[in-house]
């Protein structure tokens, strides 16, 4: 399904079930296609699961604008908007937990019930004079530039530190072929400029502004999000926020502790 945001910019939304509803927001370079296994593993327990593929992303269009954290934010009020949601739960992955957070400040959070951040990139990646245990900008822009070189290489590079294996994570050959495969689907126009935007967009203070109930979950041996960058960070922003570490867990954390996950998914949302 499909719908046109404020920019005529024509996104895909998948949306399955019925009950009260759970809108998932995918993480850099992946698409509603992420969250396999999740998406029945709600339905079945009777909600309404909305996912949309970000600009750029999946089966969306790929307008040459709009990378940016606030165009993210402005295209998920577009789809609350037209689906008319209200009282729902955001489940976000990595770099959507900007949007979503972008999205709280922007528009408030009269229609959101609750919040869960999943492996965020939040608060603040970049390293600066009041953010010392951020990772230095010539690191990020190497990173991006090895991205820019060679995606298929650096994403199968990226594999075993992804899933964190070399801790015991079973993960099947298959299974690491299908997610790059998945990160392999955006335009590379896509992936560079909203890898950048995250990448150096402060969300300090808009973060120790969410005032829904809200649950982060980081994995302690994440490589794409380090804990103490990320989720450590945001934690001591919202102190009254349910707070998870999986030990061993890298960043993708929804396949290799899927189980765990959606557990505790579950139990916050009907707590």
């Known amino acids: 399904m499909f719908f046109e945001t404020r920019d005529g910019t024509k996104l895909a939304y998948e949306d399955y079930g019925q009950g009260d509803p759970i809108l998932f927001v995918h993480g850099a370079m992946l698409s509603t296609d992420m969250w396999e296994y999740q998406f029945p593993y709600f339905v079945e327990r009777g909600y309404r699961v909305i996912g949309l593929d970000r600009r750029g992303h999946g089966r969306s269009d790929r307008p040459s604008t709009g990378y940016d954290v606030e165009t993210g934010a402005d295209d998920l009020a577009d789809l609350i908007e037209y ?8 489940i976000t992955h990595s ?7 972008s999205y709280l400040a922007r528009y408030g959070d009269s229609r959101v019930a609750r919040l869960a951040l999943v492996s965020a990139l939040l608060p603040f990646m970049k390293q600066t004079d009041d953010n ?3 990772i230095p900008e010539a690191i990020i822009e190497a990173t991006l530039a090895r991205v820019r070189r060679e995606r298929p290489r650096w994403l199968a590079g990226q594999a075993q530190a992804y899933f964190a294996t070399h801790l015991g994570n079973d993960v099947s050959p298959a299974l690491v072929e299908s997610v790059i495969a998945q990160c392999l689907t955006p335009s590379p126009w896509a992936v560079l400029h909203s890898q950048r935007a995250v990448l150096n967009t402060d969300l300090r203070k808009e973060v120790a502004a969410v005032t829904v109930p809200t649950l982060i979950v980081h994995g302690d041996a ?16 919202l102190p009254k926020a349910d707070y998870k570490e999986y030990p061993g867990a890298g960043h993708g954390v929804y396949i290799t502790h899927q189980e765990q996950l959606n557990a505790d998914l579950l139990a916050f949302i009907q707590s």
């Open 83 to 90: 689906l008319d949601l209200r009282n729902f739960t955001v």
């Open 222 to 237: 994440d490589f794409s999000a380090p804990i103490d960058v990320t989720g450590r960070r945001t934690a001591e922003l």
């Open 95 to 101: 770099m959507g937990g900007h949007e979503a957070v």
């Open 132 to 134: 010392p245990h951020g």
